[in-house]
């Protein structure tokens, strides 16, 4: 309304985008392996990364941690819940038809958060430990999702060099590729997938950690977050990884941008558009992914 | 209906004429909970119409019951037209819609279909918001008070018997084998001369216009509506669950399903609010774990019971 | 057959649920709905705690009409429909005598069609768009009665004081909802007739909680007020974000969620200085309102906000009326609303013809030193106004 975009104005957004994108990626990372492995759609996720933010709450409030000192924790906590969910009830439904498996992790996904209001309530909480921003000439880059890019950038990179060079990350990757062959190479199969959720789930854990900063911590918060992860995922192929990174930057740039030059109402039709149009041009998404 | 249909068929008259005559019995509630009911069924008998048959799950099946809605809603509010012609023109919108988004979106294979529809749904909220000029936006539009609920009644209880005679006739047609065809093997259906496209298509409209009527009577019936009253996720999965429970695919499994979850939420939610989600989870879970086809799919093997049940 | 039985399974629940006969001994059962889960969860569950409050002073006091006074309510988990269901099924299979209003405008809007059917007296204390009271001749609704002040005045104060010192702009964000939007075209016509100049009005949808691009236009825009329509976890986003991107305006003030003691709680220092919007405070001169912040205090364990002060009042209204109708019957208690001028814990009470609130205040408070204090308007003001909002790396 009135207001006459500048290139200033332009380059600001386009800083909150990367910053916003890097998390984006990083939670986006764990639905990609979840779905890559196990062809499973976890409408869970982003409860799951509601329940990593409130460990992190807690420890703040309770024990006056450092939030970002909470992040590995946040993580092994929600490591132990995801591979419990894994082993009591997603394992039924791996190579289900994708039927099954939205609604199961649609049934966790709303008990999870039911959970979190008989536990937790629905109050409001913030993790008020930094705020504000550095200024660099004239944009302001704001210091929690600056730091909320570093670790999101450190804890994708560990991730990958885990599913690069390790043992453990050559037997995620070739289950996921092709179960059989991986089987057959000796691989335990179930322990993977095991792993595989925890990892996905530790992944959302920490996402919520670095949020919980930024944003208020309640149980609704993480819905919001497994339908970007969607777009994330589809925009750099499932079953991509490193196309999980480059999916995640560019909703990070078109969410803001769109809002920038439209209003955020229509950002958010922008993205899914473009999902749909990404879907019916290249279904395997823009790095390419593996058919189902 | 190799099983007594004559008895069959006198049940279902009779049940018919009680149904009718319901209105002069019963409450104002319970007038309104036999409308929602019905309005469930057809959601559900709709859904069951697209994904029971063919297997491609539409996972933002609420679209169509929202776009029916809203165009209901529009129509009665800005142009004045009477609602039984309104609902017609809803369920008419409904079909547009599934025309010019099943055309490319049905090209789609297994989860990404789900998850384009889901996204569609998104687009479809983010866009009545957005023109309120026509919508009322986030404000939503409110209609001109009008008590006709028991005609809605009746109304809502023809879209849900249409929707089921629907299913039937397609279940024992032709075309409904070439459909469960391509659910079993799109390519060897496709290999044996079926146009595949067509067909997916054609099911996807019939899949439509139940939800675009309904919606347009709901509205109606509720005389206000929103964009995130309309559109929600859940509807969608609510849907879903309950042709699910009675078993996808068939004739009475969506009607089966509505009925008992549709039963199960009016009791629980009066009752323990504070876990009803947690509950609804736990039923999803069950649903989906221990009968994935379904009391009728279960009865179906066990006891041989014909497919067209 | 399983039809049949869902009929009376249905009347069934509707038996249980009436365990108490309703003879002219027993209580006066006054049905509503009102969002315990959902959305509105939060805000609902206060609103309910004011109608349980009521009915105890009540009670204790002798009842109405010599009968004692029940609350029959059910959760419509912060939806219209449900909410619609529920309405019908109190006055249909629960019988109650009377009614009183759901929370939130949508689901108000939504209910009042049912409660108006019924012709059932339904004071809503917390429906504050003016929509839903003010209607073309054709759909005119005559039962429902308002309590707080209209949604389009939220916001009154900061732009009066805005004008008393002579500032000229002003930026306006909503979300995109009925209440909020509503709030955020009132505060721009409010502004135009005092002569600012809305420089910025954008919304943005429910759940946001990025706001970077929307507050780098508002930045671009360099109004000297910024105004936001919130319910409260966007209000917390928005000023974290303010302070991320050095919008630095002169006054800074918020509706819902500028008001609530949690918004301190969450930012600390960076609270300072911004302006809420509420329709009732606890500081406040009214009658009973000492002792109605003393016995809620005790009865719930922890301290009113608005929205129970709200419901609270509605309810003593609504009992007023009946004494001085001496009856439940709708017609006469309408009558009464219409005219009845009253003074509550939560302030004044008058309505116009269509119910409409036109007696009720509301005030700005404003952040100082980690306590609210009521600035606005002068006669109600505790405490004078800090201006101007210092630059956020200069606190």
């Given at each position: 309304m009135n207001v006459v975009v500048t290139p200033t104005m332009v380059g600001q957004v386009v800083i909150s985008g990367i910053l916003a994108g890097a998390l984006y990626a990083m939670v986006a990372l764990g639905l990609a392996l979840i779905f890559g492995v196990m062809r499973v759609i976890n409408i869970a996720h982003g409860p799951l990364l509601m329940l990593g933010a409130y460990t992190t709450y807690f420890l703040y409030a309770g024990l006056g941690l450092n939030p970002y000192l909470s992040v590995p924790v946040s993580m092994a906590v929600l490591f132990v819940i995801g591979a419990v969910l894994q082993r009591t009830l997603v394992f039924r439904v791996v190579d289900a038809p994708e039927l099954s498996s939205l609604l199961l992790t649609f049934g966790i996904s709303i008990a999870l958060v039911n959970l979190a209001q008989l536990a937790f309530t629905s109050d409001l909480r913030a993790v008020e430990y930094l705020t504000g921003s550095w200024g660099l000439g004239p944009f302001a880059f704001s210091k929690t999702r600056v730091l909320a890019f570093v670790f999101a950038a450190g804890v994708t990179t560990l991730a990958f060099l885990l599913l690069q060079r390790t043992r453990l990350g050559r037997a995620i990757r070739a289950t996921s590729q092709s179960r059989e062959v991986a089987m057959v190479c000796g691989v335990n199969v179930g322990r993977i997938h095991t792993i595989t959720f925890g990892l996905a789930s530790a992944l959302a854990a920490a996402g919520g950690a670095l949020i919980a900063v930024v944003v208020a911590v309640q149980p609704e918060m993480g819905q919001v977050w497994t339908f970007k992860s969607f777009l994330v995922i589809v925009l750099g192929g499932a079953g991509n990884y490193p196309g999980a990174l480059l999916g995640g930057v560019l909703l990070g740039l078109v969410e803001q941008i769109a809002s920038l030059f439209l209003t955020s109402q229509l950002s958010e039709v922008v993205a899914y558009v473009l999902l749909v149009v990404v879907l019916l041009v290249r279904p395997t998404g823009l790095l390419g992914g593996r058919q189902t | 209906?190799?099983?007594?249909?004559?008895?069959?068929?006198?049940?279902?008259?009779?049940?018919?004429?009680?149904?009718?005559?319901?209105?002069?019995?019963?409450?104002?509630?319970?007038?309104?909970?036999?409308?929602?009911?019905?309005?469930?069924?057809?959601?559900?008998?709709?859904?069951?119409?697209?994904?029971?048959?063919?297997?491609?799950?539409?996972?933002?099946?609420?679209?169509?019951?929202?776009?029916?809605?809203?165009?209901?809603?529009?129509?009665?509010?800005?142009?004045?037209?009477?609602?039984?012609?309104?609902?017609?023109?809803?369920?008419?919108?409904?079909?547009?819609?599934?025309?010019?988004?099943?055309?490319?979106?049905?090209?789609?294979?297994?989860?990404?279909?789900?998850?384009?529809?889901?996204?569609?749904?998104?687009?479809?909220?983010?866009?009545?918001?957005?023109?309120?000029?026509?919508?009322?936006?986030?404000?939503?539009?409110?209609?001109?008070?009008?008590?006709?609920?028991?005609?809605?009644?009746?109304?809502?209880?023809?879209?849900?018997?249409?929707?089921?005679?629907?299913?039937?006739?397609?279940?024992?047609?032709?075309?409904?084998?070439?459909?469960?065809?391509?659910?079993?093997?799109?390519?060897?259906a496709e290999a044996m001369g079926i146009d595949t496209a067509r067909h997916k298509l054609y099911a996807f409209l019939l899949s439509a216009a139940g939800p675009g009527v309904v919606g347009a009577l709901a509205a109606r019936d509720q005389g206000y509506i929103e964009p995130i009253s309309v559109f929600p996720l859940a509807t969608t999965i609510t849907m879903i669950v309950m042709a699910l429970f009675g078993g996808k695919g068939t004739v009475w499994g969506p009607v089966l399903g509505a009925i008992v979850l549709f039963v199960s939420q009016e009791i629980v939610w009066a009752r323990f609010p504070y876990v009803h989600q947690l509950l609804f989870g736990a039923i999803i879970a069950a649903v989906v774990l221990l009968m994935p086809r379904g009391v009728l799919g279960l009865l179906q093997t066990k006891y041989r019971l014909p497919r067209t049940l | 057959m399983t039809l049949k039985a869902l009929g009376a399974l249905i009347a069934a629940t509707g038996v249980l649920v009436a365990s108490l006969p309703a003879g002219a001994q027993g209580p006066i059962r006054i049905g509503a709905s009102l969002s315990l889960t959902g959305t509105?969860?939060?805000?609902?569950?206060?609103?309910?705690?004011?109608?349980?409050?009521?009915?105890?002073?009540?009670?204790?006091?002798?009842?109405?009409?010599?009968?004692?006074?029940?609350?029959?309510?059910?959760?419509?988990?912060?939806?219209?429909?449900?909410?619609?269901?529920?309405?019908?099924?109190?006055?249909?299979?629960?019988?109650?005598?009377?009614?009183?209003?759901?929370?939130?405008?949508?689901?108000?809007?939504?209910?009042?069609?049912?409660?108006?059917?019924?012709?059932?007296?339904?004071?809503?204390?917390?429906?504050?768009?003016?929509?839903?009271?003010?209607?073309?001749?054709?759909?005119?609704?005559?039962?429902?009665?308002?309590?707080?002040?209209?949604?389009?005045?939220?916001?009154?104060?900061?732009?009066?004081?805005?004008?008393?010192?002579?500032?000229?702009?002003?930026?306006?964000?909503?979300?995109?909802?009925?209440?909020?939007?509503?709030?955020a075209n009132g505060a721009a016509e409010i502004a135009r007739k005092k002569g600012l100049q809305v420089v910025f009005q954008e919304?943005?949808?429910?759940?946001?909680?990025?706001?970077?691009?929307?507050?780098?236009?508002?930045?671009?825009?360099?109004?000297?007020?910024?105004?936001?329509?919130?319910?409260?976890?966007?209000?917390?986003?928005?000023?974290?974000?303010?302070?991320?991107?050095?919008?630095?305006?002169?006054?800074?003030?918020?509706?819902?969620?500028?008001?609530?003691?949690?918004?301190?709680?969450?930012?600390?220092?960076?609270?300072?200085?911004?302006?809420?919007?509420?329709?009732?405070?606890?500081?406040?001169?009214?009658?009973?309102?000492?002792?109605?912040?003393?016995?809620?205090?005790?009865?719930?364990?922890?301290?009113?906000?608005?929205?129970?002060?709200?419901?609270?009042?509605?309810?003593?209204?609504?009992v007023e009326a009946v004494k001085r109708a001496g009856t439940l019957d709708a017609d006469k208690v309408r009558d009464v609303l219409l005219k009845l001028e009253m003074k509550t814990a939560f302030g004044d009470y008058r309505v116009d013809q269509d119910g409409f609130q036109i007696a009720h205040k509301m005030v700005m408070t404003q952040w100082q030193d980690g306590k609210k204090v009521i600035v606005w308007p002068d006669e109600l003001a505790t405490g004078k106004p800090r201006y101007p909002m210092p630059a956020w790396n200069q606190r």
């Open positions: - | 209906m190799t099983l007594a249909p004559r008895a069959f068929l006198t049940g279902l008259a009779v049940l018919a004429a009680a149904l009718a005559l319901y209105p002069i019995v019963g409450t104002g509630y319970g007038v309104r909970a036999m409308l929602q009911l019905f309005m469930w069924i057809a959601l559900a008998g709709s859904w069951n119409l697209i994904s029971g048959l063919t297997g491609y799950v539409s996972f933002g099946h609420v679209a169509f019951f929202g776009a029916g809605a809203y165009a209901g809603a529009i129509l009665i509010a800005k142009a004045g037209w009477p609602w039984l012609p309104a609902a017609l023109a809803g369920g008419a919108a409904a079909c547009v819609l599934a025309l010019v988004i099943g055309y490319p979106c049905l090209r789609l294979k297994g989860p990404y279909f789900a998850i384009a529809m889901l996204g569609l749904n998104e687009v479809l909220r983010a866009l009545t918001s957005y023109f309120e000029g026509l919508t009322g936006g986030g404000s939503g539009l409110s209609l001109p008070t009008l008590h006709a609920t028991v005609p809605i009644y009746y109304a809502m209880a023809l879209a849900a018997a249409g929707v089921t005679l629907l299913t039937y006739l397609i279940i024992t047609s032709r075309f409904g084998l070439r459909l469960m065809t391509i659910r079993e093997d799109e390519v060897a | 509105y969860a939060k805000l609902g569950n206060y609103m309910h705690e004011g109608y349980k409050l009521c009915a105890k002073e009540l009670n204790a006091r002798g009842g109405l009409l010599g009968r004692k006074v029940e609350f029959v309510v059910y959760d419509d988990q912060s939806m219209p429909a449900t909410g619609v269901r529920l309405y019908e099924k109190l006055i249909t299979e629960d019988k109650v005598e009377a009614v009183m209003g759901p929370y939130s405008s949508p689901i108000t809007e939504a209910v009042v069609n049912v409660t108006e059917k019924y012709k059932k007296v339904a004071v809503s204390p917390l429906a504050a768009t003016t929509s839903i009271f003010k209607r073309p001749p054709d759909k005119k609704r005559y039962y429902i009665f308002m309590i707080i002040s209209p949604a389009e005045v939220y916001l009154e104060g900061l732009i009066d004081m805005a004008a008393k010192r002579g500032l000229k702009t002003v930026a306006i964000l909503n979300e995109d909802t009925l209440f909020a939007k509503a709030a919304g943005y949808p429910k759940g946001n909680q990025d706001f970077s691009a929307i507050l780098t236009k508002i930045r671009a825009a360099n109004p000297d007020v910024v105004a936001g329509s919130t319910y409260f976890d966007d209000a917390v986003a928005i000023t974290r974000q303010m302070k991320e991107l050095n919008l630095n305006p002169k006054m800074y003030g918020l509706t819902v969620g500028g008001d609530l003691p949690e918004f301190y709680t969450l930012l600390k220092q960076n609270a300072e200085y911004i302006y809420g919007a509420t329709q009732w405070e606890k500081a406040l001169p009214y009658p009973g309102n000492k002792e109605f912040n003393e016995a809620y205090t005790k009865e719930f364990g922890r301290e009113p906000v608005y929205h129970s002060a709200a419901g609270y009042a509605g309810c003593q209204v609504y």
